[in-house]
């Protein structure tokens, strides 16, 4: 249904997830690193020290606290941080990990996947390697209640097909290895 191959140009890449490399780095930490393992359930911010307070009712002072917390919108609105949303749900990221069905090596080392028209509702699919397999992160304005994301959640690929068609024609015969991955994203 459109799909082509516009331009090839040489890349590398290094597809990691993110669980292995905060792991990696927390592995990496000299024995002199305090690590502490719980549930943040305050920040309180101050000039000169901020204050962590722990669900287990620890508080633990410091000079600096970096906070990256991801989606805890608590953490963030309890030290006054605003967040502008344009738009909630946005879009829906899909990741889905895969192989060749018949074992041999995929066309390409990566490849950045364009919807081939607007109304089909795809920004653009990425595909990389990571860990043995090729990764597909797919980005998507469809909402969850989509039946083509529903049909992504029971089977991945008869799901991709519906999203992205000729994308797997692209890919060649593939296994998903997993279930796919679906974040809301919002703008």
Known sequence: VGSKVVDRKPVHELG?????????????????????????????????????????????????VVMASGGAEKLRAGLGVGRHVLRPAHSVCVGVSLKRADGR??????????????????????????EGALRLNLFSFRGLDDPRIVALRQDPLAGLAALAPGLLDLIGPVEALAPAELHVVDL
């Open 16 to 64: 990691v997830r993110y669980e292995t490399m905060v792991n990696a780095v927390r592995a990496a930490w000299p024995e002199e690193v305090n690590f502490i393992v719980a549930r943040v359930d305050k920040v309180l911010a101050g000039p000169d020290r901020q204050s962590v307070l722990l669900a287990d009712g620890r508080r633990i002072d410091a000079r600096l």
């Open 105 to 130: 090596p995929f066309p390409f080392e990566a490849m950045i996947h364009q919807g081939a028209r607007v109304g089909e509702g795809v920004a653009f699919a990425s595909l990389f390697p990571m």
